[in-house]
């Protein structure tokens, strides 16, 4: 039985966004379920897919939090 963690950004796939919306979740949860079964032969009615919403301020890159590194990238210092 796998279980797989997939974590994403709660703001969404567009900036004016503040959550993965339930149909993306859905799409996610099938498209993760299918590669289970395609790479490793596992049923999709035994495969948990477990899905994380991160806040913007937990996360970040290039040693920034998020909003820091994507102000800069906007000023073109990155």
Request: cysteine-free; aromatic content about 6%; glycine content about 10%.
């Given at each position: 039985m796998p279980i797989v963690t997939v974590q994403v950004t709660r703001e969404g796939t567009t900036p004016d966004r503040a959550s993965v919306t339930?149909?993306?979740?859905?799409?996610i949860i099938a498209g993760?379920?299918?590669?289970?079964?395609?790479?490793?032969?596992?049923?999709?009615?035994s495969t948990?897919?477990?899905i994380e919403e991160v806040d913007?301020?937990?996360w970040g890159?290039?040693?920034l939090p998020t909003v820091q590194y994507r102000k800069k990238k906007a000023e073109?210092?990155?």
């Open positions: 339930s149909e993306e979740k859905a799409a993760v379920s299918q590669v289970m079964l395609d790479v490793l032969n596992k049923p999709l009615e948990y897919v477990v913007l301020d937990n890159w290039g040693g073109g210092k990155t």
